[in-house]
């Protein structure tokens, strides 16, 4: 008996917008890097599910290390995926202020832009992977936390709609070790139409 239950096929990595690599105080060079390590992500994925189509469970118990590892594996360049194609998705944008339906939630939910603002930055000085804004189904709102590696800390019943990567590879050739300043120029590119379609996509009300 192999180890998948379904039939997998390879997938590509999505090509990025022309405007991301024209964003302000983040470099085509930076983008460049990234961009490369999320195709990295991407070919892993494609080479641990081959790895698992051929892995046979009948066999005897040690098997199960190996599955365990390349499953644990699996987690880690799915949420690479997954994580920077959300990334991606929001940046090329004028910035500023949070507009529309997300700017109204923020509003509700931390008092003001500021508060918002100052409190997921925070977040991205302490987190050592991800800082994302979610809603949060159960409780009705929106709130701000740490995703310290590509598949840690998952929120159940929560919809991330801002995603701020914090890995030294997201700004160390613009910033070296000044992260407060790359996460300044992470919310002046932020592409708030974008959010907003998430908001509606999702139906969240405010």
Do not use: C
């Not at 892993?44 to 290390?65: C, F, H, M, P, T």
């Not at 994302?132 to 936390?145: H, M, Q, S, V």
């Not at 300043?181 to 969240?204: E, G, P, R």
Request: hydrophobic share 40%; glycine share 8%.
């Amino acid at each position: 008996m192999t180890s998948l239950a379904f039939k997998f096929e390879e997938i590509t990595a999505r090509e990025l917008r022309p405007e991301l690599y024209e964003l302000d105080g983040i470099s085509r060079a930076t983008i460049e890097a990234h961009y490369k390590l999320y195709q990295g992500y991407v070919n892993k994925r494609n080479e641990i599910l081959g790895a698992l189509d051929g892995v046979d469970l009948a066999s005897a118990n040690q098997v199960y290390s190996e599955f365990r590892s390349l499953k644990v594996d699996l987690t880690f360049a799915i949420g690479g995926i997954k994580n920077h194609e959300f990334y991606f998705a929001h940046l090329g944008g004028g910035g500023g202020d949070p507009t529309g339906p997300f700017g109204a939630l923020v509003e509700r939910d931390f008092g003001s832009v500021d508060a918002w603002r100052s409190d997921l930055k925070a977040t991205g000085m302490a987190a050592r992977g991800w800082a994302w804004t979610a809603y949060d189904w159960d409780e009705g709102r929106l709130f701000n936390y740490i995703g310290d590696a590509q598949n840690s800390f998952p929120v159940w019943n929560a919809t991330p709609l801002v995603a701020l990567d914090v890995y030294e590879h997201a700004y160390f050739l613009d910033y070296q070790t000044d992260r407060a300043s790359y996460i300044d120029a992470f919310f002046d590119n932020l592409d708030w139409s974008t959010v907003n379609d998430w908001v509606s996509k999702y139906q969240i009300q405010k």
